[in-house]
């Protein structure tokens, strides 16, 4: 009998074994997931190095075009990073993004420079406050709410100038802004770079990243262990909304001019940039320099894609699948 309980203690004690293995195991496939976007650029590049090199694809002004492509995707993928790690989803960025562009362009002509920008940055955190405060107050999916918020967004668009165009003249804000450069760089793109840098030190390095890893993880272990939870999902918000306010900014001075429409096809990118870069869709882990990366992949796809001659259409429906197909695997690895 001795023997026999020995043998059901022996079983307890060796039964967390299989438990803590599954976890290092999941930690494993979490920090490949993280890393896999890395060789797949390298290796893409080396394919459109080889097969289009005749076509253009290794010149200056190419491999420029293409990070000046990626950076107000990259910009908006870091603030999606901290939102999705918060276990939240914002699907008002795109529309974001035009409102923002419409309102610099519109305060700009008339009140110059920094009341232009501020009005445009004011818009992303403001409509990322609202989208915060409604999740958490009213307690509806952020998914829900951001989807209305869209919607809104959308409406306002087309209503500020009656789908009209606004034109951006101010030399500053196209120095700055736009077309100009900073240090030799192309100037959006030492923007997304600088937004990569803060993202990156913010939700590595400082407790607000911690906790929104936490509270991704667990809201309710995340509120017993001090954290105000409410406030954490808030300030996700409002990140995402002012990072997709920049976008429209830096849109707004690369085309010298702000319309509805910009911003409208960029929601599901940012989304699968983020993804592929190794972020959770369902909370508690993230990749800042994974998202920059997965939106410079797309990218370079869709230079790809346009040097190897594709029609519009053709280019559409080859890039869908490509982000689906990608999407689909970084979702299988994050489950398992």
């Not at 043998?7 to 976890?23: F, I, N, V």
């Not at 870091?78 to 974001?96: K, M, N, P, Q």
């Not at 309102?103 to 915060?132: K, R």
């Not at 409208?264 to 592929?276: G, K, S």
């Amino acid at each position: 009998m001795s023997t026999k309980l020995e043998q059901m203690k022996g079983a307890d004690h060796a039964s967390p074994l299989p438990l803590e293995l599954w976890r290092k195991a999941a930690a494993n496939r979490a920090a490949v997931s993280k890393l896999a976007v890395y060789p797949s650029v390298v290796v893409i590049f080396g394919v459109f190095a080889l097969t289009l090199a005749d076509r253009g694809f290794l010149t200056s002004v190419n491999l420029l075009n293409i990070a000046t492509q990626a950076a107000p995707i990259a910009i908006m993928a870091v603030g999606a990073v901290f939102v999705l790690s918060a276990g939240e989803i914002d699907l008002s960025i795109g529309a974001i993004v035009a409102v923002a562009a419409l309102a610099t362009a519109s305060v700009l002509q008339d009140y110059g420079l920094v009341l232009g920008l501020a009005a445009g940055l004011g818009v992303g955190l403001g409509v990322g406050f609202l989208n915060g405060a409604l999740v958490t107050r009213l307690r509806v999916p952020s998914f829900l709410v951001t989807l209305a918020m869209m919607e809104i967004a959308i409406g306002l668009s087309r209503m500020i100038r009656d789908l009209q165009s606004i034109s951006v003249t101010n030399v500053a804000y196209l120095r700055w802004f736009g077309s100009g450069e900073i240090g030799g760089v192309s100037g959006v793109v030492v923007w997304a770079g600088a937004v990569a840098l803060v993202g990156l030190v913010v939700y590595g390095h400082t407790r607000f990243g911690a906790h929104v890893r936490a509270v991704g993880d667990s809201r309710r272990a995340a509120a017993s262990g001090g954290i105000n939870v409410t406030r954490v999902r808030i300030a996700v918000f409002m990140i995402s909304g002012a990072t997709a306010a920049l976008a429209g900014v830096l849109y707004a001075g690369r085309l010298q001019a702000a319309q509805y429409t910009l911003g409208a096809n960029d929601l599901f990118t940012v989304i699968a940039a983020v993804i592929i870069g190794g972020t959770s869709l369902f909370g508690g882990r993230g990749s800042v320099p994974g998202a920059v990366m997965g939106a410079l992949l797309l990218a370079m796809l869709n230079n790809g894609l346009i040097l190897f001659g594709l029609s519009v259409a053709e280019q559409t429906v080859a890039l869908g699948l490509i982000i689906l197909a990608a999407v689909v695997i970084g979702l299988r690895e994050q489950r398992d």
